[in-house]
């Protein structure tokens, strides 16, 4: 057994892997896969819709917001936000909490004059209080990453802020109940909770619809998208229909409250474990840690890459931390059984007793 701890591409549902293979060389007679039909026709048609009624289900988004399923990754929205948003001589707010924060902060550095930093954690371990932000007045938006991939930082609240706030969800999306009426954007790369990268999807109120500056990238203007399905060119269809798939079975587990609970669970008997060693550590203030990447270190460094190597040969795979920061990380995404994380617990307290 092979438990994959990978911050993303991350691992799927294992019935979504197995009805993707079954389906793969001929869709629903067919005689043709999903990646081999046309995107206009009514069999992409309908998983797409389906895929979008789903996750409206799922996260409950009210009538007055539009969904896209776009290209570029999150990455793409980083610079797709101040073009959608705001004129040249704009102004945006970035509260940062972490790495990816900090990425879109120098993206949307390049398309507005005005681009402050309203808050930063330093270092990444916590979320600064609301009452020590810097807004500006008239500011476009608000940017935050509600859950900081690499540093494993979370907002435990959506703040109160006058502009609308944009939320980076990449992380967490579908693992916890998220308010979408509470934000005018929330945006998830789709490679952690929902399905293969490359795909966006992007969850916009319409009343921000039409605010883009001429020089937006078609495909990346989400009124044009908005109106043309998510369809002005040829869409990421596998990812679109793998996310479809992946959306059902959140519904059949019980949707979003129950992942959460699931998600709540495992996080927290991981982060007792690694609190309880005194041989693991995470920095993280325990208000603010996330509840789907969980990073940690050994006492002496030197030793880390004896874990994470151990650890693979014992099935428990991509424990690596990220490149920018070291040590280890555990990413606990929805697809992650309660079994992995209990197993990677047992490891951690052998390699303890033998290493300690
Ligand atoms: C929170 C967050 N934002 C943005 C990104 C970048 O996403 P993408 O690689 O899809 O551009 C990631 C990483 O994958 C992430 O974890």
Known sequence: MIYNFSAGPAALPAPVLRQAAEELPDWHGTGMSVMEMSHRG??????????????????????????????????????????????????????????????????????????????????????????????????????ITLNETIQGVRFDHVPSVAAPIVADVSSMILSEPINVSDFGVLYAGAQKNIGPSGLVVVIVREDLLGRARASTPQVWNWLENAKSGSMINTPPTFGWYIAGLVFRWVADQGGVPAMAETNRRKAAKLYDAIDQSGFYANPVAPASRSLMNVPFTVAQPDLESVFVAEARSAGLVNLEGHRAVGGMRASIYNAMPEAGVDALIDFMKEFESRHG
């Open 42 to 143: 009514r069999d992409f048609i309908g998983i797409a819709e389906s895929a979008e009624a789903s996750l409206r289900d799922l996260m409950d988004v009210p009538d007055d917001y539009r969904v896209l399923f776009l290209q570029g990754g999150a990455t793409g929205q980083f610079a797709a936000i101040p073009m959608n948003l705001a004129q040249a001589d704009g102004a945006a707010d970035y509260v940062i909490t972490g790495m990816w924060g900090k990425r879109a902060h120098g993206e949307g550095s390049k398309y507005l004059d005005r681009v402050n930093v309203a808050a930063i954690a330093s270092p990444s371990t916590y979320v600064p209080p609301e009452t020590h932000w810097q807004l500006t007045p008239d500011a476009d938006y608000v940017h």
